[in-house]
């Protein structure tokens, strides 16, 4: 059994080198697989359309997928008559966090670029284009090592994904805009950069940077994926400028970075499912980003090593094989909450 086992693995392995699938470096703590359930379970609430019962549901499970390490803070607000909230997380007793990340988890109201005439009425499934962004930040959230946790808070926004007719009369980005016309003057000036998630599921992804963001950081971040062997990825070149919700920050004169691949073909379609996506690819950014933060704070990763650019890349089937046979521990799970 266990020979067969490992010519399984072997035969996968080799097989995702011929297919030319993006891959893990083999000591990156990521766990893809959680990543895929967790947005699995967001595609299974339904369209998460601002005002729906999905978007109820969401607020449920993002208490529940909360660990007691962390506190959700619910900001309600009113827009155009509809109650939203954004979810606004940090560690239990923790002071103003100097870097914050974020994502919107809202899903459009209408595929209004589906490529079938008959179908760009209906909602947007958002598996790229909202779930991959949540599940990157509750993977973040395990892995963050004990001690920099006080540093780094969460954002979940509400209503990014409705302007120019996903419902009628509303603007862009309507929940980043609310938070940061809210932050106080210490929150603003204590926050040292933020750094947005959005669309990084494609199962092709590549990440030029986008222009709106600050240079210092995405160099930073970029070079910090291309020493680990993402160069293929992280690309330094310019790429779109995009009204996304890294900019009510940078109004505020916060340095800004959007980690986007705005080339998805599904894009605002029905076809923005599970079978267009790729959790490796969301696992390669939370990776990155997680060694560029520890690395930042001179901190080690929950294993006690640091990584270096000569790690070496593993295939998915691998991961998948040794989840599957081994299992994992993750932490325990408990809901802490409170409206701010």
């Given amino acids: ?8 693995i072997v035969a996968s392995m080799n097989a995702s080198k011929i297919t030319g699938e993006q891959s893990l470096r083999d000591n990156s703590l990521v766990n893809f697989g959680e990543i895929r359930e967790t947005m699995q379970a967001q595609i299974d609430m339904g369209p ?36 939203l909230r954004n979810y606004y997380i940090t560690k239990i007793g923790a002071d103003i966090p100097e870097i914050l990340f974020g994502a919107h988890y809202d899903s459009r109201a209408i595929a209004n670029l589906d490529p079938n005439p008959f179908l760009t009425d209906n909602p947007v499934p958002g598996a790229n284009d909202g779930a991959s962004g949540v599940s990157a930040i509750l993977e973040m959230m395990t892995l963050i090592p004990e001690g920099l946790e006080e540093k780094v808070g969460f954002i979940l ?13 509303w603007e862009w980005i309507v929940g980043s805009n609310y938070f940061a016309d809210n932050m106080s003057e210490e929150q603003v000036n ?26 210092t950081y995405i160099d930073e971040i970029w070079n910090t994926g291309i020493d680990l062997g993402y160069d293929d990825i992280f690309v330094i070149e310019a790429g779109p400028n995009l009204i996304d919700d890294h900019i009510p920050f940078k ?40 060694v560029w933060l520890t690395d930042r704070y001179e901190f080690t990763l929950s294993d006690g090593t640091q990584p270096t650019s000569e790690n070496t890349p593993v295939h998915l089937e691998f991961y998948l094989f040794s989840f ?12 802490k909450t409170r409206v701010i």
């Fill in 1 to 8: 059994m266990t020979m067969l086992v490992l010519f399984l």
């Fill in 190 to 215: 204590n926050t040292q950069v933020f750094v947005l998630f959005d669309m990084i599921a494609d199962d092709e992804l590549r990440l030029p940077y986008e222009t709106n963001g600050n240079r």
């Fill in 157 to 169: 926004f509400d209503g990014e994904d409705q302007g120019s007719g996903g419902m009628d009369s």
């Fill in 251 to 290: 109004r505020l004169g916060i340095p800004s970075v959007d980690i986007i691949d705005f080339t998805y073909p599904e894009w605002h379609t029905t076809n923005d499912d599970m079978d267009h996506i790729d959790p490796v690819s969301v696992a390669i950014v939370v990776d990155t980003v997680l």
């Fill in 48 to 83: 998460r359309i601002p005002g729906s019962e999905a978007s109820l549901l969401f607020k449920d499970w993002i208490l529940d997928k909360t660990s007691d390490t962390w506190e959700v803070n619910m900001q309600n607000f009113t827009y155009l008559e509809m109650e």
């Fill in 324 to 335: 599957l046979l081994l299992g994992g521990a993750r932490k325990s799970l408990d809901r």
